[in-house]
Structures are given as structure tokens and as C-alpha cells.
């Protein structure tokens, strides 16, 4: 997989804010759309088999994890933003647009943050808190490894 399209993969799975349209397939390579609709799903899965929940756990786990996902989207957005503009700046990227990106992706970074906290809060009203913590746990290693590969395709300022 080429470099650009790994980071519009990453910066995809981070953002989670492209909307799915129909467009047909021009080649075998998925759509945008189509490879966030399976980072969606792998994921749900992942959370799903890891968790072990309940019927009745799951009855009100479920939306919540829905909603979260939702709510996501926006500071995804936003930082996967500011990373496309950085990389098409490339060369060109001045002082000013440098410090103007790092805020933007820092401030999606902290209403990511605030997002998990007030999510947190909810799940632990409607499961016991061993396995709101085991939840926590894996939502974080899911975006960690999310991260990482975002971070390994973005090349450093220069």
C-alpha cells in the first residue's frame, strides 16, 4: 500500500467523518467510504468479542457505544484536517499555518479527551465498573494503535 493511501486510510479511521455515498467501484481499491465502513465494523466487532456482554448489558450498552461513535466524529474530523492540510502544504508549510495546524489538531485532541470522559461516565451508569473499565481499555487500544499508524505515515515537519 503506497504511502498517500495508507495516510488517507489512517486519517480516515481517525476522522470516521467521511459520509457514505454511493458510488460505484472504479477500480478494486475501496472507496473511502467503503474502507471507513469496515474500520466501523472490524471495530464494533472487536469491542463486541472482547467485551462478552450480557443480553441485558448489552441492551444498554449498545446505544451508548453508537452514540459515542457519533459523537466521535467531529474532533476526528477536525484533527484529520488539520493533518491533510499539513501534508499538502509539504515544503511550503509556513511558521504561522505550522502553529495554526498543531492547535487545531490539539484542540480536537482535548474534545476527543472530553468526549471519552463524559462517555465513560455513561457506561459506568449501565455496566459495573470492571467492565466500563475493560471497555475504556480497549476503545484505547484500538485508537492507540489508530494513532500510530497515522503518526508513522506523516512525515515530520522539516
Known amino acids: 500500500m503506497g504511502k498517500t ?3 488517507l486510510v489512517c486519517v480516515l479511521a481517525i476522522s470516521a467523518a467521511v459520509s457514505v455515498s454511493a458510488q460505484k467501484k472504479k477500480a478494486a481499491e475501496p472507496t ?6 469496515k474500520i466501523q465494523a472490524d471495530k464494533k466487532g472487536l469491542v463486541e468479542r472482547a467485551m462478552k456482554l450480557t443480553p441485558e448489558q448489552g441492551k444498554k450498552f449498545w446505544p451508548l457505544y453508537e452514540s459515542f461513535q457519533q459523537d466521535l466524529e467531529r474532533p476526528r474530523r477536525d484533527y484529520a484536517r488539520a493533518i491533510l492540510d499539513y501534508v ?3 515544503d511550503s508549510l509556513s ?14 485532541t482535548v474534545a476527543e ?3 471519552r470522559e463524559k ?3 455513561k457506561v459506568l451508569g449501565v455496566l459495573p465498573a470492571k467492565a466500563a473499565a475493560r471497555y475504556a481499555q480497549i476503545e ?14 506523516v512525515p ?3
Open 95 to 108: 511558521d504561522a499555518n505550522a502553529k495554526r495546524l498543531i492547535e487545531q489538531a490539539l484542540a480536537a
Open 5 to 7: 493511501t495508507r495516510l
Open 119 to 121: 462517555h465513560f461516565k
Open 140 to 153: 484505547n487500544k484500538i485508537e492507540a494503535v489508530l494513532r500510530y499508524e497515522t503518526a508513522a505515515a
Open 88 to 90: 499538502a502544504a509539504g
Open 32 to 37: 473511502p467510504s467503503e474502507w471507513r465502513l
Open 156 to 158: 515530520l515537519v522539516q
Open 113 to 115: 479527551a472530553r468526549l
